[in-house]
């Protein structure tokens, strides 16, 4: 009976009732859509930022990472890699990184020398898709190289130009080598931009006498999510008494986590900032709701109802006005986000920005239960906590005041 009360005086004012519903819906709907679109350009943060050079996963030498030293090397890496690649069916390319001075006719500047494998690198890097002049390398074993346009300018060098490397061997002795530009890139980062060469990893490993060792193995699977799973299956490739390891993305780009761990907190800042916003407006509908009900609750308090019953009456009103609106937030808010989730949805001026560095353009939002459910369990609690203060009045009303109140 009380349910079926409830029901009915929430529907006496018809006009109020559906307009505080819309406002739950609106915020439910913004919340929703913000929150799984959020999470979903994370994905998108994170894929973007791993395709560029560094991968999802790595095999590296034990202590390679934090110290890179040209003997921490992958022996056999080309075979090695070969193996995961036929295990796993995931993108796998192997690398070999020193630092060398890197000189033209006018300069010299110090820059990172990659050495690559022509026909597998561009599928775990953006790299070769990024190239503006010239081509990507395509042997193995030829002289020849690939810069950053910022490094090509600072150098003064162009297209067919000779670039000489200077660095020191594996085993102490000069490497020593002179290259032909064949291609300029634009990664859209300056550090790669400034400071990277990427040759043939033949080359590379003639160059700094590294046999058929490497120093990374890089992986891409299919889904970032599956790169736990995936990292555990190539663990199990890795041969025995070798010190070996993979890491993972947070190891390899810690920076990018703890630059995604800031923006949470600045969303949830406004998400919550939201909420109260819209959990003080609907409070002040329910208490303008119970001051013009003042002389009914009188009566009611001189017919012997408790005011515990009344409080309860009232915050059961509250409580079904609110599912009301959160149903209709919840309905519109999921078909949105599913629509987007199936289409993508992308930003103004995305599209060229993506074209140009070679990135995906559209963002999909995360659709998951926890995504659209948070924003609205948040509603819920607030607003019914602030429904408490308009039901805690009426224990404080004295039934011939509030029968004689205008």
Known sequence: MTLRLAWRNLWRNPRRSWLTAAAIAFSATLLIFSITLQLGSYDMMIDN??????????????????????????PHATALAARIRKATGAAVAVRAQGFALASSRERSYGVMVVGVQPGFEGKVSTIPGTVREGRYLKSNDAPEAVIGQALARNLKLKLGDELTLLGSGRDGSVAANVVKVVGLFDSGTSELDRGFVEIPLGTFQETFGMG?????????????????????KVRALLPAGEKLTVLNWPQLVPGLQQLIQADKFNGWFIYGALILVVTLSITNTFLMAVLERTREFGILLALGMTPMRIGRLVLLESLLLILVGLAIGIFVGGLLTAWFSYHGFSYPGMDEFAKQFNFPSQVYPQVSALAILLGPSGILLFTMVAALYPALRIRRLQPVEAMNAL
Request: charge should be neutral; aromatic fraction near 4%; glycine fraction near 8%.
């Open 49 to 74: 930022s791993l395709r560029v050079f560094s991968g999802q996963l790595q095999v590296q030498h034990a202590g390679y990472q934090d110290k890179p030293r040209l003997r921490s090397d992958i």
């Open 212 to 232: 058929d060792a490497a120093h990374a193995i890089v992986l891409r699977g299919a889904d970032l999510a599956q790169a736990e799973a995936l990292a555990g």
